[in-house]
Every structure is written in structure tokens, then in C-alpha cells.
């Protein structure tokens, strides 16, 4: 367990170089190319991270601000994913879900029953979440443990599933998302995406980055978005003037910088990706293979982030008039642009679609999250986890996905 905290403490942007370098040299790619690669990928990561953590400390504040001008007082905190991933870990059985999650890919790319590698260790967490919380609701550590293997399995398909959208949208070839904040809804989003397709009015809807900036000229572009954006998420928030014009630059900046970011992460991904395929070329045929990676990546497309922020008050007002709902949204908003990426690529960049699609996911996650959170409760207090003053229960919108509800439920069964 010691071995595992150190090597997860190595963070993200730490962790995916080392392993990209060595697959790099696996794949034949040369050491000073894989090392370069490596190093590239790694301040692509850190970069993109930077511009995460600054979007999230500006979110925080105006959520609490918009919150309170609501009065709501729901008695589930959202503690957030990075609290979330903690506590996961804390699970008895986390350090069998890395070599478990690993030996199943390997597995299913030898017979050919997955084409992605899933390299994204940290994300790891989300499996071992879903072990954590059926062995808090069963008491069954052996179950959590399927559970978890099932996870994976069920990722690594809808990766490879969804790999089309990301090459042909995000301009991303052979990179797929194993990432099952993006994944989780795929079952919903699917079906909803056909049925919008096909009903008369809706289908007529559409608007993009590139129309709206056509149609706006200089105020459609996505910095522009972004300040526009940030101001009225001030506005909502009743955030002072000074307030508001500082929270629109910082939403300006996170339009403007995150494409910078995620393209020096593709400048290093790149060489490792063309290796990877000469490899498999040569001993298997055209047989291909994806590398799976953190829905980050995706972020860095203007429609994205634009319907993450719009979907934060509108997320805020649904956890005041959902029934049933018990969750106060708040530390995991700055997710929202991570559960609307693949949502956005498959409604081919419609931000009018991504928004109403993305409403009807927002409404099932703070369903989903008010039913996981005594699950989540018991997690905490098995890590030793206090609850937070004023709160009952906690929560997060992170893990409250159809995919994770599901899983939980059947093997709690057990």
C-alpha cells in the first residue's frame, strides 16, 4: 500500500510520462525520441492541469455565491473528485485494482476483444471506487473487486466505441477515452442522440464555435465566449463589478490557453502514437491499436468548455427543483466540461444539442449522487474521513454516473 501512495502521489503529470517513455522504447521509437515525446506530454499535462485548477478556484466561489442567493440547503455535501479519489484509494483492497484492471487489458488486447491501452493509472481510482462502494453497501470485499474488474472492461469497450468521435472531432488519431467521467451517460447520450436526430424541429437546431463566430465576428470567438460567459456567471452569482470583470478575464483565459495546453500534449503524444502503430504494423497486420488516456485531452475544443460553463448554473437551479434530490452541487462543477466532452463530439460540436442533452444528464447525476451517498458515507468513515460541518452525508457529481450507479446496485446484490 506504501508502494502504491508513492507511486500515486507521483501525480498525473508525473506518472504518464514515465509510462509513455517506456512504452516508447517498447514500440521501437528510440530513446531521444521517446524521451523528448515524454517530456512534451508531460508539460502538455502539467499545462492543461494549470489551466484546470484555475477554473476551478474561480468556479468555486461563484457557485457558493449563486447557491446562496438561491437559499439552497440541501444536506449532501459534493466534496469533490479529488476528496473522492482519496477516500477510494483508502479502500482496503485499492492496491489489487491497479495489476487487476492491468492483467484484464492485456488480456483483452491479445484476444483482440479491446484495440485500447489504457495507460491512464491515475483514473484507475474510478474502478476502485465502485469496489470501495460495493463493499461498503455488501460488505463484500470479492464482489468489490469484480465489480471494479467488470468497470474496466465495460470502459475499455465504450473506448473503443467512442474512438471514432474523438479522431474525427477532436483531431485526435489513435487516442481514445477509457475514461468513465466521459463514458458513464453513454448508454443515455446514445439512444437520446438517435431520437434528436429524428424528431423534426430539434434536428434543424445547431450552432457551433465556427458559426457563432462567423455570425458574431470578434465576439464569437472562443475568448470572447469565454468572457461573455464569465460575466454572466458573475451576474447570476451577484458577484461585485470588480468580481465579475475578473472572473470574465479568467473564463477568457481558460477558452483561450486550454487548446494551447492540449496541443503541446499532442506534440508528444504524437510520436508515441505513429510508433505504436509501425509496432503493431509489423507483427500484427493493420491491426490497430488506441492509447487511452484522461478526458483532459478533450478540453482543449471551445465547444466543450463552452457548455461545461453553461451547464454550471443550470446544474445549480436543477439541484433546487430535481424531486429527490438532496445533493448541493459545488466542488465538482468545474467537472461538468469532463461529463459533456464526448457528449459534445458526438452532437458533432452543437452546443444547442450538447446543452439540452447535457441538462437531462446533469438532472440524472444529481439523482444518481443523492442515492450513492450513504455509500459514500460509509467509504469516508472506513478512511476515517470526517463529514463536513453542516452536512449529513456526502456526496460528489464526479462518480454518479449510470455506468458506477449501475455496477454498484447489481453486485451489492451479492
Not at 80 to 98: E, F, K, Y
Not at 126 to 140: D, E, L, R
Not at 222 to 244: H, R, V
Request: one cysteine or more; glycine letters at 10%.
Amino acid at each position: 500500500m506504501e508502494i502504491l501512495n508513492w507511486i500515486l502521489g507521483l501525480g498525473a503529470a508525473v506518472m504518464l510520462p514515465i509510462i509513455m517513455f517506456v512504452f516508447g522504447l517498447i514500440m521501437g521509437a528510440g530513446f531521444s525520441k521517446s524521451f523528448r515525446a515524454a517530456i512534451t506530454i508531460g508539460i502538455g499535462f502539467t499545462g492543461i492541469n494549470l489551466v484546470i485548477n484555475l477554473l476551478t478556484g474561480e468556479l468555486g466561489p461563484v457557485a457558493q455565491a449563486m447557491t446562496e442567493r438561491l437559499g439552497l440547503n440541501l444536506k449532501i455535501i459534493d466534496i469533490g473528485w479529488p476528496a473522492m479519489s482519496s477516500i477510494s484509494w483508502a479502500w482496503v483492497a485499492s492496491a489489487l485494482v491497479i495489476p487487476i484492471v492491468l492483467v484484464i487489458n492485456f488480456i483483452m488486447l491479445t484476444f483482440k476483444l479491446t484495440k485500447t491501452l489504457n495507460v491512464d493509472l491515475w483514473n484507475y481510482w474510478q474502478f476502485a471506487f465502485i469496489g470501495a462502494a460495493v463493499t461498503a453497501t455488501s460488505g463484500s470485499i470479492a464482489w468489490g473487486l469484480v465489480a471494479a474488474g467488470v468497470a474496466s472492461v465495460i470502459a475499455l469497450l465504450l473506448a473503443d466505441y467512442t474512438q471514432p468521435y474523438i479522431e474525427k472531432f477532436f483531431k485526435m488519431p489513435g487516442i481514445s477515452l477509457p475514461h468513465l467521467t466521459a463514458l458513464g451517460f453513454m448508454p443515455l447520450v446514445i439512444p437520446l442522440n438517435w431520437l434528436f436526430d429524428r424528431i423534426p424541429g430539434i434536428n434543424k437546431l445547431y450552432a457551433d464555435p465556427e458559426t457563432i463566430r462567423k455570425r458574431f465576428g470578434i465576439f464569437g470567438e472562443p475568448m470572447s465566449m469565454g468572457l461573455i460567459i464569465g460575466a454572466l456567471l458573475g451576474i447570476f452569482g451577484g458577484l461585485t463589478l470588480d468580481k465579475i470583470l475578473g472572473l470574465a478575464i479568467t473564463m477568457a483565459s481558460v477558452m483561450y490557453l486550454m487548446p494551447k495546453m492540449v496541443a503541446i500534449l499532442m506534440e508528444g503524444l504524437i510520436p508515441i502514437s505513429e510508433a505504436a502503430r509501425d509496432f503493431m504494423t509489423k507483427r500484427f497486420g493493420d491491426r490497430q491499436i488506441f492509447i487511452g488516456l484522461d478526458a483532459a485531452v478533450s478540453l482543449g475544443d471551445p465547444a466543450v468548455i463552452a457548455v461545461g460553463l453553461i451547464l454550471v448554473p443550470i446544474t445549480i437551479v436543477l439541484s433546487f427543483i430535481i424531486p429527490g434530490n438532496q445533493l448541493l452541487p459545488f466542488a465538482d462543477l468545474a467537472v461538468i466540461p469532463f461529463i459533456v466532452c464526448l457528449i459534445t463530439a458526438m452532437s458533432r460540436g452543437n452546443v444547442i444539442r450538447s446543452i439540452i442533452i447535457g441538462t437531462i444528464v446533469m438532472a440524472c447525476i444529481l439523482l444518481i449522487a443523492t442515492n450513492l451517498s450513504p455509500a459514500e458515507t460509509i467509504m469516508a468513515a472506513d478512511a476515517g474521513v470526517k463529514i463536513p460541518e453542516g452536512a449529513s452525508q456526502i456526496g460528489n457529481l464526479d462518480r454518479a454516473n449510470l455506468i458506477t450507479w449501475v455496477l454498484v446496485k447489481v453486485f451489492s446484490l451479492f
